[in-house]
């Protein structure tokens, strides 16, 4: 148990202040690819019953025209926040025709690069951009991983907690400098521990063969399940391992989590620092854009990492530049897979768990990382995402080895009277519940989504593609089945109206050429 923790908690209950530690605003972030009813990704063009894609605040599409990304506002109430990403659901699914959402984070229905459409933003300037960035994606990375999906969590501490958390560490700096060295120890403890993310709730222990398909030397690294299915075993993310998320063409990024101006600095080394083998693939080959730029990263948001230091973007404004101007907003965790169980992806408990966990990095000590630390909790992550639930297995910490259920109960210990604390007022001690379900999962892996979902195969004797989409039909015919209130229908729709006006109001002011249009949003400083 985290003494320092203990000894906060303390201080910020005698000050009367502890109730600011539920007031931290919770938004999500999740993705779905649109299945077709031949079982396939759908190659329709994004519905126009859902608004535009490029301008909708809260349903638009990720890196494929097929790959909807839903985005709820922020809420205090890891309810409301549920609520909302529910509701969004509802509407979509009565806008989509016969079509569902694949409820796994590992595509099913693709068979190699072409058949993934990218996806579509319209004439403007912006839409170009948009779209001539994904398709550098597609020359760099490949069309397939760009078609994983999953859900991004995000956390912003309450503002009325950051002035009592700096008045209890004694802290005279100006206070957006307490806050920016604040999150930065947050997310440098997410990047120690957030290995325990993929533990608990990892699910894409097993991929569609299909995944492969181009690249079939990939899929010698992994045991056969069926004749259409490729797994891990003791797998929690492959979405999370090499062959997915966390890409090795980035390996040789050096991005400082230790500091705003040393993430800015080397975030913006990265954006501006040619590459040899993106140089060979062209910018503007034969008049025809195939990427941005042929640097390390053509914009900040190509940099694949499982938190993110965020700030709201103003149109047309850089994020590094947003990050420098006004600070950090909230931080995104990225490392959660969809689980198929779950009609949204992920459920109360696990929101309410995952809030405590923000807490706690946030709270535990976080000195600044060095390279070999930096490292070393690179590769805990892929352990967890390749061999999580092998029993036995031990990650590196301080320079020694550990169990990871040693560790992993070290951490629930430490988050316990944090989620007492975040339980005051409230009826059933939700956090202190979600924490026992949690903990359970550590003591038997069994209990894992990863653990389950390769469990219901074997039983069924279903490959995962056939396993995905039967509960992604179930999902569908559950919301299906539900009329959605009146008065909602109307806000979405109106939302979705305004969207599409939106959309033409900027194809229609879109006097600027396009090359001038990239070479202004590049030098911005």
Same mark, same amino acid.
């Given at each position: 148990?985290?003494?320092?923790?203990?000894?906060?908690?303390?201080?910020?209950?005698?000050?009367?202040?502890?109730?600011?530690?539920?007031?931290?605003?919770?938004?999500?972030?999740?993705?779905?690819?649109?299945?077709?009813?031949?079982?396939?990704?759908?190659?329709?063009?994004?519905?126009?019953?859902?608004?535009?894609?490029?301008?909708?605040?809260?349903?638009?599409?990720?890196?494929?025209?097929?790959?909807?990304?839903?985005?709820?506002?922020?809420?205090?109430?890891?309810?409301?926040?549920?609520?909302?990403?529910?509701?969004?659901?509802?509407?979509?699914?009565?806008?989509?025709?016969?079509?569902?959402?694949?409820?796994?984070?590992?595509?099913?229905?693709?068979?190699?690069?072409?058949?993934?459409?990218?996806?579509?933003?319209?004439?403007?300037?912006?839409?170009?951009?948009?779209?001539?960035?994904?398709?550098?994606?597609?020359?760099?990375?490949?069309?397939?991983?760009?078609?994983?999906?999953?859900?991004?969590?995000?956390?912003?501490?309450?503002?009325?907690?950051?002035?009592?958390?700096?008045?209890?560490?004694?802290?005279?700096?100006?206070?957006?400098?307490?806050?920016?060295?604040?999150?930065?120890?947050?997310?440098?403890?997410?990047?120690?521990?957030?290995?325990?993310?993929?533990?608990?709730?990892?699910?894409?222990?097993?991929?569609?063969?299909?995944?492969?398909?181009?690249?079939?030397?990939?899929?010698?690294?992994?045991?056969?399940?069926?004749?259409?299915?490729?797994?891990?075993?003791?797998?929690?993310?492959?979405?999370?391992?090499?062959?997915?998320?966390?890409?090795?063409?980035?390996?040789?990024?050096?991005?400082?989590?230790?500091?705003?101006?040393?993430?800015?600095?080397?975030?913006?080394?990265?954006?501006?620092?040619?590459?040899?083998?993106?140089?060979?693939?062209?910018?503007?080959?034969?008049?025809?854009?195939?990427?941005?730029?042929?640097?390390?990263?053509?914009?900040?948001?190509?940099?694949?990492?499982?938190?993110?230091?965020?700030?709201?973007?103003?149109?047309?404004?850089?994020?590094?530049?947003?990050?420098?101007?006004?600070?950090?907003?909230?931080?995104?965790?990225?490392?959660?897979?969809?689980?198929?169980?779950?009609?949204?992806?992920?459920?109360?408990?696990?929101?309410?768990?995952?809030?405590?966990?923000?807490?706690?990095?946030?709270?535990?000590?976080?000195?600044?990382?060095?390279?070999?630390?930096?490292?070393?909790?690179?590769?805990?992550?892929?352990?967890?995402?390749?061999?999580?639930?092998?029993?036995?297995?031990?990650?590196?910490?301080?320079?020694?080895?550990?169990?990871?259920?040693?560790?992993?109960?070290?951490?629930?210990?430490?988050?316990?009277?944090?989620?007492?604390?975040?339980?005051?007022?409230?009826?059933? $001690?939700?956090?202190?519940? @979600? #924490? +026992?379900? &949690?903990?359970?999962?550590?003591? /038997?892996? %069994?209990?894992?989504?990863?653990?389950?979902?390769?469990?219901?195969?074997?039983?069924?004797?279903?490959?995962?593609?056939?396993?995905?989409?039967?509960?992604?039909?179930?999902?569908?015919?559950?919301?299906?089945?539900?009329?959605?209130?009146?008065?909602?229908?109307?806000?979405?729709? $109106?939302?979705?109206?305004? @969207? #599409? +006006?939106? &959309?033409?109001?900027?194809?229609? /002011?879109? %006097?600027?050429?396009?090359?001038?249009?990239?070479?202004?949003?590049?030098?911005?400083?």
């Amino acid at each position: 148990m985290s003494k320092a923790i203990d000894n906060l908690l303390s201080r910020l209950a005698d000050s009367g202040q502890a109730f600011l530690l539920n007031t931290g605003l919770k938004g999500l972030e999740k993705e779905s690819l649109r299945i077709g009813t031949d079982g396939l990704i759908a190659h329709t063009p994004h519905p126009a019953a859902l608004g535009s894609a490029l301008t909708h605040p809260q349903i638009t599409t990720d890196y494929s025209e097929a790959l909807l990304e839903l985005i709820t506002p922020p809420y205090s109430d890891p309810a409301a926040t549920l609520d909302y990403l529910d509701d969004i659901h509802h509407f979509v699914y009565a806008n989509i025709g016969d079509e569902c959402l694949l409820g796994s984070s590992m595509p099913c229905g693709i068979d190699g690069d072409e058949s993934i459409p990218i996806a579509r933003y319209g004439s403007s300037n912006i839409g170009r951009m948009k779209y001539i960035y994904r398709l550098g994606l597609a020359y760099r990375y490949g069309r397939t991983m760009q078609a994983i999906a999953g859900i991004h969590f995000n956390y912003s501490v309450a503002d009325g907690l950051w002035p009592v958390l700096q008045d209890l560490a004694g802290d005279r700096r100006p206070l957006p400098e307490f806050i920016a060295d604040a999150y930065f120890g947050m997310i440098r403890n997410i990047l120690r521990h957030g290995w325990l993310v993929l533990y608990l709730f990892g699910a894409s222990p097993a991929i569609c063969r299909a995944f492969f398909t181009g690249r079939e030397g990939l899929a010698k690294q992994f045991d056969r399940f069926d004749g259409d299915t490729l797994y891990k075993p003791y797998a929690t993310s492959l979405r999370m391992s090499d062959i997915g998320y966390k890409n090795n063409n980035q390996a040789g990024l050096r991005i400082s989590f230790n500091h705003l101006d040393e993430y800015l600095a080397s975030l913006g080394h990265a954006i501006a620092t040619p590459n040899p083998d993106y140089l060979r693939i062209g910018v503007k080959v034969d008049g025809a854009y195939r990427q941005l730029n042929a640097n390390l990263l053509q914009i900040e948001n190509e940099y694949y990492n499982s938190v993110r230091p965020k700030q709201i973007v103003q149109s047309g404004e850089k994020p590094t530049l947003a990050l420098k101007r006004r600070g950090i907003r909230y931080v995104e965790l990225r490392s959660l897979d969809l689980d198929p169980f779950q009609p949204c992806g992920l459920g109360l408990a696990e929101l309410r768990f995952l809030e405590a966990f923000m807490l706690y990095c946030l709270f535990e000590a976080s000195v600044p990382f060095d390279e070999t630390e930096r490292c070393a909790a690179n590769a805990n992550l892929q352990a967890v995402a390749v061999e999580g639930r092998r029993p036995g297995l031990t990650l590196q910490r301080d320079g020694t080895g550990v169990a990871l259920k040693q560790w992993a109960e070290e951490i629930s210990a430490s988050m316990a009277p944090l989620c007492a604390m975040l339980d005051h007022g409230l009826s059933d $001690a939700p956090y202190s519940a @979600s #924490l +026992a379900q &949690q903990c359970a999962k550590i003591r /038997d892996p %069994a209990a894992t989504p990863s653990a389950r979902i390769l469990a219901q195969m074997q039983e069924s004797g279903e490959c995962f593609g056939a396993f995905a989409q039967r509960l992604s039909h179930q999902h569908a015919r559950q919301y299906r089945s539900r009329p959605m209130d009146a008065q909602k229908i109307a806000v979405f729709r $109106a939302m979705a109206e305004k @969207s #599409l +006006a939106e &959309q033409q109001h900027m194809e229609a /002011d879109n %006097a600027l050429p396009f090359d001038d249009f990239l070479q202004r949003y590049f030098a911005q400083h």
